[in-house]
């Protein structure tokens, strides 16, 4: 199976919000086979289940759906037991390694929550079967239809109530929510849950928060239904294989001021503030001021979206009188972030791809220094050894 017409991308519109189901038939839609998909879930060893590929209609819009029929079961897994399905299906390596991080973001999101250790953590909902194969056959559809490059438009939340293993939780949930830091969100005016942990792990896994660049040519659609059928709005998502036209980038606000009476001592707590407020990333310059006093010009970028809540924090944080700002773009490489297992420890690690094909990869610092500790060795072998190992 190989993607039509070129188109590499994917788009994820989430406009009534995602769930692995909903994503599963979005990819039916755009041309996944559903032969593919019973031989796939028949290799992963689950048990007796029997796959539905259908059509259904949401106000309007034909759709793909997916609906599995399951064995009875009532195991509350951790982390370790289901990365030890995934490691042993029949997925691409690929596939395995977004199914592995999708996972790992649950944990992580459902540790902070409840406070506890992701070694800890009971995987209820998301543990079930039916959340191990909205994922893990998602990762491995995309990775049949050819997809290499991901965006997302804002992910709608909803508002309300859910009742989950836990009690009866606020809609976003918490761990849903935590999931999607980072990731633009939209849809609170929408009743009910849009957006479930699995399909908030699929699209940030995937996405990490990327928008779509300004111009892009739309090859394909495909809808995804969900379960319920409300009479306010189609509840399905959309997914749109395209091409990208030029270098991705993204759209940002350039913030900048200049400072002359900051003790410098004081800028690492400005930094930390503004980056709390929502900017993506905060610097501060010697400068050579006017009458030749000493400052700091600071920078910050910023989505649009949290633009007015980083400038606050820099009035808040700062003792400035005023800041400028203005639209920028970003180009940026290609990357996707993965799983390394270094002596037993998983440390993630994005990975780009240069312009002449060639990849680079770095850990992230905290797993670096987290690991390096435990096994009493120097953080710069870690970062060695792991750069060497996701390379």
Not at 112 to 118: L, N, P
Not at 294 to 312: H, K, Q, W
Not at 352 to 368: Q, T
Request: proline share 7%; with cysteine; hydrophobic share 40%.
């Amino acid at each position: 199976m190989s993607q039509q017409d070129g188109a590499r991308a994917l788009l994820f519109d989430p406009f009534a919000g995602i769930s692995g189901d909903m994503t599963l038939g979005a990819l039916l839609d755009l041309g996944l086979s559903g032969e593919w998909l019973r031989d796939f879930v028949a290799g992963l060893g689950l048990g007796d289940i029997t796959v539905h590929t259908e059509r259904a209609v949401r106000r309007g819009i034909d759709c793909g759906r997916v609906r599995f029929d399951l064995p009875h079961e009532h195991a509350h897994r951790h982390l370790r037991h289901v990365e030890e399905i995934i490691d042993r299906c029949n997925a691409p390596d690929r596939a395995k390694q977004r199914s592995r991080e999708a996972f790992r973001r649950i944990a992580v999101a459902e540790a902070a929550v409840h406070g506890t250790t992701v070694e800890k953590v009971h995987f209820h909902e998301v543990g079930a079967l039916d959340a191990i194969l909205d994922i893990v056959c998602s990762m491995a559809g995309i990775e049949a239809l050819g997809y290499e490059t991901f965006y997302t438009r804002p992910v709608a939340l909803g508002s309300g109530w859910v009742d989950i293993a836990h009690g009866r939780f606020p809609v976003p949930a918490p761990a849903t929510l935590r999931i999607l830091e980072g990731v633009p969100v939209t849809g609170l005016q929408i009743e009910g849950e849009c957006t479930t942990p699995t399909g908030a792990a699929i699209v940030a896994t995937l996405t990490e928060g990327r928008q779509p660049p300004a111009l892009l040519t739309p090859q394909r659609t495909g809808f995804g239904a969900g379960t319920r059928d409300p009479e306010t709005h189609p509840n399905c998502v959309r997914l749109v294989a395209c091409t990208p036209s030029g270098p991705p980038a993204d759209r940002l606000v350039l913030l900048q001021a200049d400072i002359d009476d900051l003790a410098p001592e004081y800028a690492a707590p400005a930094q930390e503030a503004i980056m709390a407020a929502g900017a993506r990333d905060v610097v501060f310059l010697p400068l050579a001021m006017k009458k030749g006093r000493p400052g700091l010009r600071l920078e910050a970028l910023a989505d649009e979206s949290t633009l007015d809540a980083v400038i606050a924090a820099v009035f808040r944080a700062t003792p400035t009188i005023g800041v400028r700002h203005w639209a920028v773009e970003r180009p940026h490489l290609e990357r996707e972030t993965v799983s390394v297992e270094w002596r037993g420890h998983a440390i993630r690690c994005k990975r780009v791809v240069l312009p002449d094909g060639s990849r680079r990869a770095k850990p992230e610092y905290d797993d670096v220094i987290r690991a390096a500790a435990a096994e009493n060795v120097p953080a710069w072998q870690v970062r060695l050894e792991v750069e060497a190992a996701a390379g």
